[in-house]
């Protein structure tokens, strides 16, 4: 029985690691300063009605790893499956998907909702960089949903779970990073 909770929350990870990673790459980027040509705010400095759009923490580089990211993990997933490697965990059949679109789809979700969520923040007057609580932790996995929706049917059994233990994980990842000096703050 814990067994099966256990194999149930892998597989739920497994599924989001697209999005997971995805997630974390802009921080790696920046951290480790990869493309510096994309590191342009895709706002373009621009502001409305005196507050920025996005502000400087969203750029096309987080943007741009994002999405290679999540491409690069399923196209891993799909070859894992092929290999049966990891079957215990597979919640959906990488064979029927594109993964190319798939793995797109992810990543333009996961950053898209992480976009989608800055533009709200600014508009509250949430300044770059500070937190916004709950809707920091689950922008990403609903972007991640909602883009991928077209592609795999996903059921309320996977979905409200997968928000649950995203919004029970961030906190302990996010204290990983902090403590690595990956992320400049712990949340
Ligand atoms: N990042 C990026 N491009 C993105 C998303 C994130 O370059 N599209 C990088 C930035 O260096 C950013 C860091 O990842 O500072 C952390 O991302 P996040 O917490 O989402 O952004 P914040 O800086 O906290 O900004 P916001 O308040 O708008 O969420
Ligand atoms: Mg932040």
Do not use: C
């Amino acid at each position: 029985m814990t067994n099966e909770y256990l194999i149930f929350f892998a597989a739920i990870i497994y599924t989001l690691l697209p999005a997971y990673l995805a997630n974390m790459a802009p921080v790696l980027a920046q951290k480790l300063e990869v493309l510096p040509f994309l590191k342009k705010p895709i706002d373009g400095g621009h502001q409305l009605n005196g507050k920025d759009i996005l502000g400087p923490g969203k750029t096309w580089r987080g943007l741009v790893v994002g999405v290679f990211v999540s491409t690069a993990v399923v196209f891993l997933q799909s070859i894992f499956q092929y290999f049966h490697f990891l079957e215990e965990i597979r919640l959906i059949d990488y064979f029927s998907l594109n993964w190319l679109l798939f793995g797109i789809l992810a990543g333009l979700g996961a950053l898209g909702g992480d976009i989608a969520k800055s533009f709200a923040k600014r508009r509250i007057n949430i300044n770059s960089g500070d937190a916004w609580p709950v809707f920091d932790q689950l922008d990403f996995v609903l972007g991640f949903f909602l883009l991928t929706y077209t592609q795999v049917q996903w059921t309320e059994v996977i979905f409200w779970p997968a928000l649950i233990i995203t919004l029970a994980g961030h906190p302990i990842t996010n204290i990983i990073g902090y403590y690595f000096k990956i992320k400049k703050v712990w949340w």
